[in-house]
């Protein structure tokens, strides 16, 4: 059984570029999540991909965008960066979403810096 | 908008002694879940509670939902070295989404 992976590890970008990070989820796992942790807090909910739909979105903008492909890995796309924007990207796999989630096994993250 | 904070930010613990970090909501939440974030790395699955007032129990680790199901706690008895790292809850409010706590960073001290 393979864990979550996060490509790249680190990113450099400037402001107004585009950047694509990617996650391969668990073995088993149809569900992704992407999160934005800010250096000292918690992270923060982007949004869910289930079986290649978006299945839930926080309070992030249109610019904030992602794919999930038929293999149930997934892309989060982000455009126009903001320095902001400079933060550790996570994604999350787990099983069948519901009222009552599974737990979500996160992958290493990617760390963008944005100048 | 929904917020859920945890209390302490911080808590600075000799090794040996207890630690409890707690966590409250402002909407009434689905189920909550903990984890534990080392320094460098990724959030860890510790637990999930789903029931008011349910209590579950990790070896050294207790947690606790509160009976109105806006409140948890997360209690480490004699602490150690090994348990140093920052503590999340998460909680859903029944929307696909999970909200997560501002944590609580624990240093345990030798």
């Known amino acids: 059984e393979t864990g979550v992976t996060q490509s790249p590890t680190h990113l450099i970008k400037t402001r107004g570029q585009q950047v694509t990070l990617r996650c391969s989820s668990q073995?088993?796992?149809?569900?992704v999540s992407w999160y934005q942790q800010a250096l000292g807090q918690g992270p923060q909910f982007i949004f869910q991909y289930y079986r290649e739909e978006e299945n839930g979105r926080g309070n992030f903008p249109p610019r904030f965008s992602g794919l999930q492909f038929p293999n149930y890995s997934s892309e989060l796309n982000v455009n126009a960066l903001e320095l902001d924007d400079s933060a550790l990207y996570l994604c999350?796999?787990?099983?069948?979403?519901?009222?009552?989630?599974?737990?979500?096994?996160f992958g290493p993250g990617t760390r963008l810096t944005v100048l | 908008g929904q917020q859920v904070m945890q209390i302490p930010q911080y808590q600075h613990v000799q090794e040996g002694e207890d630690f409890t970090t707690y966590c409250n909501s402002s909407t009434t939440l689905s189920n909550i879940q903990w984890y534990k974030q080392r320094p460098g790395g990724h959030p860890v699955f510790l637990i999930q509670l789903v029931k008011s007032g349910e209590v579950k129990k990790q070896k050294r680790l207790t947690f606790q939902f509160g009976e109105a199901k806006k409140n948890s706690s997360l209690h480490i008895t004699a602490t150690q070295t090994t348990d140093v790292g920052t503590y999340f809850c998460a909680g859903t409010p029944g929307t696909y989404k999970y909200i997560f706590g501002t944590g609580t960073r624990l240093k345990v001290l030798a």
């Open positions: 999350a796999s787990s099983s069948e979403p519901g009222i009552h989630w599974d737990e979500q096994f």
């Open positions: 073995s088993g796992h149809n569900t």
